[in-house]
Antibody, heavy 113, light 112 residues
Framework: QVQLKESGPGLVQPSQTLSLTCTVSGFSLTSNSVHWVRQPPGKGLEWVGAIWSGGSTDYNSALKSRLSISRDTSKSQVFLKMNSLQTEDTAIYFC???????WGQGVMVTVSS | DVVLTQTPVSLSVTLGDQASISCRSSQSLEYSDGYTYLEWYLQKPGQSPQLLIYEVSNRFSGVPDRFIGSGSGTDFTLKISRVEPEDLGVYYCFQATHDPYTFGAGTKLELK
């Protein structure tokens, strides 16, 4: 069955780079897109970006200058890298297929010194 | 970017009541293929969001028929007839018509 699982550091220092991995199973990255969505504590959902089945990417306008999404299809993994982190980037980060209803459980990332 | 405005921000209901949530878009969500990619999600505390409705009015697998999505263009509504305890949480509309994709700010459904 379809599964997505996020992993990464729980704590990142301000101005550093965040690296997250989404490991998927039950589907092929060359046939399906994977999206990242984040949620600051106590706040709403924010679409971060996506990598499409063909490998192209789209990003949230406000984050695009700091964001990169890539993948390794042989390992069924999608990567999110965001640089110049600030405290407002503290959030739960989810990976998801979005419109098919499949979501990971999310990973909490705290930006703090 | 498309802005989705959800009203109300919060909604207090009695179990068994009907609830209605509005989602208004800053531009039409009809795509060039004729489909409208407006979805509704419910997020319960401590959980990932769950898809309820896709393409305005199609219920996702396993979603009870008391959830009804409607609308077109820029105005959309989610109605929940006969609210049950498991329906409580925060509802989000989401558009996947225009890049970048965007969520509404959410509507919290709680008990009166």
């Amino acid at each position: 069955q379809v599964q997505l699982k996020e992993s990464g550091p729980g704590l990142v220092q301000p101005s550093q780079t965040l690296s997250l991995t989404c490991t998927v199973s039950g589907f092929s990255l060359t046939s399906n897109s994977v999206h990242w969505v984040r949620q600051p504590p106590g706040k709403g959902l924010e679409w971060v970006g996506a990598i499409w089945s063909g490998g192209s990417t789209d990003y949230n306008s406000a984050l695009k200058s700091r964001l990169s999404i890539s993948r390794d299809t042989s390992k069924s993994q999608v990567f999110l890298k965001m640089n110049s982190l600030q405290t407002e980037d503290t959030a739960i980060y989810f990976c998801t297929q979005i419109t098919t209803g499949y979501w990971g459980q999310g990973v909490m990332v705290t930006v703090s010194s | 970017d498309v802005v989705l405005t959800q009203t109300p921000v919060s909604l207090s209901v009695t179990l068994g009541d009907q609830a209605s949530i509005s989602c208004r878009s800053s531009q039409s969500l009809e795509y060039s293929d004729g489909y409208t990619y407006l979805e509704w999600y419910l997020q319960k505390p401590g959980q990932s969001p769950q898809l309820l409705i896709y393409e305005v009015s199609n219920r996702f697998s396993g979603v009870p028929d008391r959830f009804i999505g409607s609308g077109s263009g820029t105005d959309f509504t989610l109605k929940i007839s006969r609210v049950e305890p498991e329906d409580l949480g925060v509802y989000y509309c989401f558009q996947a018509t225009h890049d970048p994709y965007t969520f509404g700010a959410g509507t919290k459904l709680e008990l009166k």
